[in-house]
């Protein structure tokens, strides 16, 4: 149960935590983009993700985000690391250059070009990894459903209940620590009355499991129906007109992060465009005139 | 003036078994009324149907004198605030503030005009210092105060503790106790209903209703209830600490006058 931690939102107050929830997710989603954007030459594609690498890593230093914690995030990732290069390395690939290969096992050539399609996929993950940290540690949960709703509103046109949708994610984030101290109780208890929850065994395991996941699931139900009798007796009415405690503003400070962002988001994009037209874009040989490594 | 009127209320959840019988009970306007009662005797259905939460099979209550159907439904609710048992259950914001404003967004109240009544609820209560702070982080007592806080914010005429203080530690207790009392010196003409076990707490209010197997078969102060042996044997009543004390000293041959207070009684015994 200790590795939900990932992400948690830690309250410090800067730049990025005081930034609108809903610039954040507009700028997390533009980066992302950017990031999926292939650009031809390995050493152009370096060299911007490297850029954006240092553009998140100075963000996360600036928004008090610990190095370790995202290491640590990053360690429930290394089978899935392992398994991507295992496919890349191992699959043939026709698009890999014959004259490219390192070594070779058996009658299998192993390429170095499976080594840097691996490696760009890994570099994107861990990119996106760092994107989604840096949203989810910066902002409250409460203040992500708001941008949400915001960014459903357009639904309204078509009668879609927005904010019983934003009212059901927020109470669902509400109880999240509630059941998971719920969870740990009900551990303990079937512990203690002899169930074996480190047992390697998958049949017991699944036996263990469902000892564990209906209590949880019934104490949910009953949890839910006296939180509906408490809304519904403190005059919560789904379809009524109800006014908003919080209000999120779009301010300076969100206007200046954006254009930073936009700007990267930009410059990728128009190389990227700029390779769909047919011009040569690699980076290396604009800045040092030198040929394409690769 | 009446402020709750219940007339010949029946209500079952199914059909056979009958919860509530022919309930009829009338409380004044300002009054601090304990419903007391064992396991299943039908006092939190009560605590249910006077806020309409369920519906009643036959029977009327009137509340502020306003009868309760559909129409007034949400006129009475305005009027009526409830606080339950668990204390994890009730909390529907993500921290004390949101959660109190939650009371307010539901009435439609200007957002200018929530922080100012969002720090006037906290500081009746006493949470004045943790408005930010999420449920996690604050003991059950603590959120048991910020449920009534959601309650008082609305301004309630009337104020029902469906046994908010059963799941709550001694301390809890005691502290939720205390400032029930403290409000109601504050707000002479808050009606409080109190649905407990808590015989201590019972003791302390201006009146008992004592409900057994879906009927009311008591109704009168509770210092009338604790003199009679008879009453307290009839119906396997426990006996509050003060009047366990005072029979006892009364058999030692000490002199105890009726109205003496716990504090009087500890000075008599150190004298």
């Known amino acids: ?294 | 003036m009446k402020n709750v009127v219940v007339n010949k209320l029946n209500f079952s959840y199914d059909k056979e078994t009958e919860v509530l019988k022919d309930v009829s009970l009338e409380i004044e306007k300002g009054q601090y009324v304990s419903i007391v009662g064992h396991n299943g005797s039908g006092k939190s259905t009560l605590g249910k149907l006077l806020i309409g939460l369920l519906t009643p099979k036959s029977g009327d209550i009137t509340i502020c004198g306003l009868p309760l159907n559909k129409d007034n439904i949400n006129e009475i609710r305005s009027k009526v605030a409830i606080v339950f048992q668990n204390p994890d259950n009730q909390f529907i914001g993500a921290t004390v503030e949101d959660d109190i404003a939650f009371s307010l967004e539901n009435q439609n109240i200007d957002r200018k005009k929530m922080p100012e009544l969002i720090k006037k609820a906290a500081s009746d209560v006493g949470m004045i210092d943790f408005l930010t702070k999420e449920p996690s982080y604050l003991s059950g007592g603590q959120k048991q105060r910020v449920a009534i806080a959601d309650s008082l914010v609305r301004n309630p005429e009337i104020l029902i503790l469906d046994e908010a203080t059963s799941m709550l530690d001694p301390s809890g207790k005691e502290e939720i106790t205390r400032l029930i009392l403290e409000l109601k010196k504050k707000n002479k003409d808050l009606t409080i209903i109190s649905i407990t076990h808590d015989i201590e707490e019972a003791y302390k209010s201006d009146h008992i209703i004592l409900i057994q197997n879906g009927e009311v078969v008591l109704s009168l102060p509770p210092k009338e209830l604790f003199n009679s042996y008879e009453l307290i044997e009839k119906y396997h009543l426990d006996i509050p600490f003060e009047v366990k004390l005072k029979k006892a000293l009364i058999d030692n041959g000490y002199k105890v006058d009726e109205e003496s207070s716990l504090d009087e009684l500890g000075e008599l015994l150190c004298r």
Request: charged fraction near 15%; glycine fraction near 4%.
């Open chain 1, 1 to 294: 149960m200790n590795n939900l931690t990932f992400g948690r939102y830690s309250p410090y107050d800067t730049f990025v935590h005081r930034l609108d929830p809903r610039t954040k997710i507009l700028m997390m989603i533009l980066l992302m983009v950017a990031i999926f954007l292939q650009i031809p030459t390995w050493s152009t594609t370096l060299i911007l993700s490297g850029l954006v690498l240092l553009f998140l890593v100075i963000v996360m230093i600036t928004s008090k985000i610990k190095i370790k914690d995202f290491f640590k995030s990053l360690s429930a990732m290394w089978i899935m690391i392992i398994l991507l290069i295992i496919v890349y390395v191992f699959i043939p690939n026709p698009n890999y250059n014959p004259a490219h290969i390192v070594f070779k096992i058996g009658t299998y050539g192993v390429n170095y070009d499976a080594f840097y399609q691996g490696g760009y996929i890994i570099l994107r993950l861990v990119l996106m990894v760092m994107l989604t940290m840096i949203l989810t540690s910066t902002t409250k949960p409460m203040d992500l459903t708001y941008a949400l709703e915001w960014y459903m509103t357009p639904l309204k046109l078509v009668k879609f209940p927005i904010h019983i949708v934003a009212m059901t994610l927020s109470i669902a984030l509400r109880f999240i620590p509630t059941l998971l101290d719920e969870t740990n109780r009900i551990i303990k208890a079937q512990a203690s009355r002899g169930v074996d929850y480190n047992t390697m065994n998958p049949i017991k395991k699944i036996g263990s499991l469902l000892s564990l996941i209906i209590p949880l699931f019934v104490s949910a139900i009953n949890r839910s129906e006296e939180l509906s009798n408490a809304m519904e007796a403190r005059g919560y009415d789904p379809y009524g007109k109800r006014t908003r405690y919080r209000k999120l503003s779009f301010r300076w400070i969100d206007l200046i992060a954006f254009i930073v962002v936009l700007a990267i988001f930009g410059g990728i994009l128009t190389l990227r465009i700029m390779v769909a037209c047919g011009y040569n874009v690699d980076l290396i040989y604009w800045i040092f005139g030198a040929k394409p490594l690769f």
